[in-house]
């Protein structure tokens, strides 16, 4: 048991809290003796008042008696709606000491990315994406931890934290392996629900097993007794300040501490006042010695409450409706009687100390005190204040959340200006919080539907099916006209899409269409619809779809974004369907200004959404315009890792510079860009398109490097098997699928997926040989079994190759036309294959042609070429075979 004599007393929550203490000296002494250990996360859980903000308080107490860096931060009941309340006041402090440039050059590419949440700069206007947000706030720490060794991080409360806090959390609890930081964290079991439940828990799997604080037993209820108000204190004294207190913590110093006020004497005669004396510790007894303090005091302590975080002695005088001079009055007044004291300000050096509650249970009974009217009208008052500090919408959007709805245009303004600061800054649960507010006032006619399509925009992409309701509400009001109602018909188009609902997606923006003029806004619609119908992996409509944008493409210079969209799904159409390369280029070349992307389509513009660019991109790569492709894809990552976007945007963007490296035969470098697309996609959701794309793409390029093992396991962990989803997939799936099947042995499941891949690229009218290599492997897998049916196939993909007429098309087909011949017929189609894919970007296909040229006619010289060329594209089962051919004509395999 932690003892100590009167006078010198362990605080009341350390008694009984040797095997915590000894935890956290060992985690201390293992962050200081090495900078290169291995972080450590410790989560001490317990109910109110068992000793948790004690024990962070002796664990800092510990560290910087160890030279170690300590930075803290709390949770607050009253503060859970304030984004990155919590890891901003971890960081702040550190980050506002240092000169702007120096913080700049620490956070490096981060700084513009976290900077805005940690409100240490501006945000740079575009809306942020949460997820980079997030990774920017664990480099951000990363970073500082290795400037701060030894670094302890404190979280208290952190069942109050803030969502946006908990998820980065969770995040940086993941990444602790390589660095050298102490993570402390204190919460309470079961007090949260969703999210912020699954995010603490989360952290807890993180951590070491979670130590859960047990009330204090009688024998140590006793010991802290006696070293608190003296040896004399008596036994049956002593069980009843247990049995008053049930050994929590908290509460036996309070009654302690009442003890040593009232001068009571420590015995059994004494004991029946005790529980009078707790009950003024906590609850109604709190709020009457506060009331005790005086009607100034009081109203001082409930502007603090309302206030919660941070607290300016300066706004809770204004709000407390008092002089400043007054004020500091009261806040020593309420300092002394243990209600506030006092805390470094965030703002930094210099700057005054703020207030906080000596502790959570006292914030909460203070603020619960108060009137639930006059409660409601403070909230509004504190609005007002903090609006007139010029702290900004977003500071006071918490206040007005708490304000009953008063037809008050202003406060809808004021909601909708916080709604953009939140999202420019990565937070849009809590823009969606305060759009939610701002239709609950209700806004005036003339601006409800433009706040239900705000409302609409910050759901998008966290809650599809609430964003349909809100845009269609929107939609069947007055006030979106114009190019405003436009977007907001194609902003629920990309929500029905994500939910699934394509068709009616479709359906949707036809019916908008048709009621507009010929114009930019019609003609964007158009090529919306078109975009879904290209994405449509079912067998809807194809030759009437691609006759009607045949159809529109003629009336298109390119001279404005949708005329250049529509060039560019045209071109992409036609690539898809084996329509000849040349024109495919020279389709998506008239969609370029200069040969790049026009201004207002780039890859982090909104107004047509990541769809497109991607189908600029695949459509260069399959035509064998990799150049083009490569700098498109590349120009991708680049824009998305500036602006911070890393959910789904990044992990589409590693995809398709992964798919341009697999194209070009660097197939190491692709499984790397492919693995992080899978596991960015993972992060964002499973059974998403984006999803799909990086695992096929990856099990792809496995399968062309030999790695044939890994692919099924890749396919079996990440679930690569029907059924499908319902948009586009590049490479196609079931191609993929059917390779994977036959390499591993299973023909007959093989062969049916070829199958299956061809009546649905025939439904669809996909005859692009390269994007959808079924019949080349179908052909094959046939040879021995059905050779009629295998010649049909490979004459057919002959046919349709030279229809597109790209170099690897046409040597992929003459390649697989060898594979089905014998003696030198096979040899010279062989031949023909190397001619045409030697003159291909594709040089993996290259690579694969050689050595099968080399096998067919016996030629050292082709098998040597073949096997540099594999071993340069890293395509180790191929270099591997080259070798065995090698062996047995030289004799010596």
Not at 141 to 168: F, G, M
Request: proline share 4%.
């Amino acid at each position: 048991m932690t003892e100590a004599r009167p006078g010198t007393a362990a605080p009341g929550s350390l008694w009984e809290r040797d095997e915590e203490l000894a935890e956290v000296a060992r985690a201390v002494d293992t962050l200081c003796a090495d900078a290169s250990s291995s972080g450590t996360l410790l989560v001490f859980s317990g109910e109110t008042g068992v000793g948790k903000t004690a024990l962070l308080a002796e664990v800092r107490r510990t560290a910087e008696d160890r030279g170690c860096a300590v930075w803290a931060a709390r949770g607050g009941e009253t503060v859970t709606s304030v984004p990155f309340n919590v890891v901003r006041q971890l960081l702040q402090p550190a980050l506002v000491s240092m000169m702007p440039e120096e913080a700049r050059e620490y956070l490096g590419d981060w700084y513009e990315i976290a900077g805005p949440a940690l409100g240490i700069t501006e945000p740079a206007g575009r809306q942020a994406d949460p997820q980079g947000v997030r990774d920017g706030l664990v480099a951000a720490v990363r970073r500082l931890a290795k400037r701060e060794w030894p670094l302890v991080l404190l979280i208290d409360d952190a069942h109050w934290a803030d969502q946006e806090t908990l998820q980065w959390l969770a995040a940086f609890a993941e990444r602790l392996d390589d660095l050298p930081v102490l993570v402390v964290v204190a919460r309470r079991p079961g007090e949260i629900t969703g999210e912020s439940a699954r995010h603490l828990d989360a952290v807890a799997a993180a951590a070491r097993p979670v130590a859960t604080l047990s009330p204090l037993t009688p024998e140590a209820t006793t010991g802290l007794t006696r070293a608190t108000v003296g040896e004399h204190a008596d036994a049956p004294f002593c069980r009843e300040v247990w049995a008053v207190t049930g050994g929590n913590p908290y509460e036996t110093v309070e009654l302690l501490a009442k003890v040593q006020d009232s001068e009571l004497d420590p015995v059994e005669a004494s004991a029946t006042e005790l529980r009078v004396l707790n009950r003024s510790a906590k609850g109604r007894g709190l709020v009457a010695r506060l009331e005790g303090l005086g009607i100034d005091a009081t109203r001082f302590a409930w502007a603090a409450a309302i206030l919660g975080t941070g607290i300016s002695l300066e706004l809770a005088a204004q709000l407390a409706g008092m002089h400043l001079d007054e004020a500091r009055r009261c806040a020593e007044l309420l300092g002394t009687a243990r209600i506030l004291t006092t805390s470094p300000a965030l703002s930094g050096q210099g700057a005054e100390e703020e207030l906080e509650f000596v502790h959570p249970v006292i914030a909460s009974a203070v603020y619960r005190a108060i009137p639930d009217a006059l409660r409601t009208a403070m909230h509004g008052q504190a609005a007002w204040a903090v609006t007139e500090s010029g702290r900004g919408a977003a500071a006071a959007s918490r206040h007005l959340l708490e304000v009953h709805p008063d037809d008050d245009p202003e406060l809808v303004e004021q909601m909708r200006e916080a709604a953009r600061e939140h999202l420019a800054v990565g937070a849009p649960d809590a823009a969606r919080r305060c759009l939610e507010r701002a239709l609950r006032e209700p806004p005036l006619p003339k601006t409800h539907a433009q706040v239900l399509y705000e409302l609409g925009c910050a759901t998008l992409l966290t809650a599809p099916a609430t964003t349909i309701g809100h845009l269609r509400d929107a939609l069947d009001m007055p006030g979106l006209d114009g190019d405003l109602r436009v977007d907001a018909v194609f902003r629920l188009s990309q929500a029905l899409l994500h939910n699934n609902q394509l068709e009616e997606a479709v359906r949707t923006v036809d019916a908008e269409a048709a009621r507009l003029e010929p114009g930019p806004g019609r003609m964007r619609l158009q090529a919306v619809h078109h975009m879904w119908e290209g994405l449509n992996a079912g067998d809807a409509g194809s030759p009437r779809a691609s006759r009607g944008l045949a159809e529109l493409v003629r009336t298109c210079t390119g001279r404005d974004n949708s005329e250049r969209a529509v060039l560019i799904l045209r071109g992409f159409e036609a690539m898809t369907r084996g329509e000849n390369a040349e024109e495919v280029t020279e389709l998506c070349d008239r969609a370029l200004v200069n040969g790049r992307l026009a201004p207002g389509l780039g890859w982090t513009d909104t107004e047509w959404g990541v769809e497109l660019l991607m189908m600029l991109g695949s459509s260069y790569a399959y035509a064998d315009r990799l150049d083009r492709a490569e700098s498109l894809f590349n120009e991708a990552l680049r824009a998305y890792e500036t602006a911070g976007w890393s959910g789904g945007h990044l992990a589409l963007a590693h995809t398709y510079v992964g798919l341009a490296h697999r194209r070009r035969g660097r197939l190491e470098t692709a499984e790397s860009y492919q693995r992080e697309a899978l596991r960015l996609a993972e992060r964002v959701g499973r059974g998403l398109p984006l999803y799909w794309s990086a695992a096929c793409g990856l099990i792809d390029t496995l399968l062309a490097r030999g790695h044939i093992a890994e692919a099924e396991e890749i396919a079996e962990r990440y679930g690569f098997a029907p059924p499908y989803p319902s948009t586009i997939v590049l490479p196609d799936t079931r191609s993929v699928r059917g390779r994977l099947l036959l390499a591993v042995g299973r023909a007959k499941e093989g062969v049916s997926e070829l199958e299956a891949a061809e009546k649905a690229a025939t439904a669809r009218g996909h005859h692009n040989t390269v994007l959808a290599p079924w019949a080349l492997d179908l052909a094959r897998a046939l040879a021995s079994d059905d050779p009629v049916r295998a010649s049909s196939l490979a004459a057919d993909a002959r046919r349709q190759a030279e229809r597109f007429g790209t170099d690897t098309a046409i040597g992929e087909a003459l390649r697989c036309a060898a594979a089905l011949e014998t003696g030198l017929r096979a040899v010279r189609l062989y031949g023909q294959a190397v001619t045409y894919l030697e003159a291909s970007p594709c040089q993996y296909e290259h690579a694969v042609a050689r050595v099968e040229y080399g096998i067919a006619g016996r030629s050292e010289a082709e098998l040597r070429r073949g096997l540099t060329l594999a071993e340069v594209c890293g395509a180790d089962g191929l270099a591997e075979r080259a070798r065995g051919a090698l062996d047995s004509i030289s004799g010596t395999g």
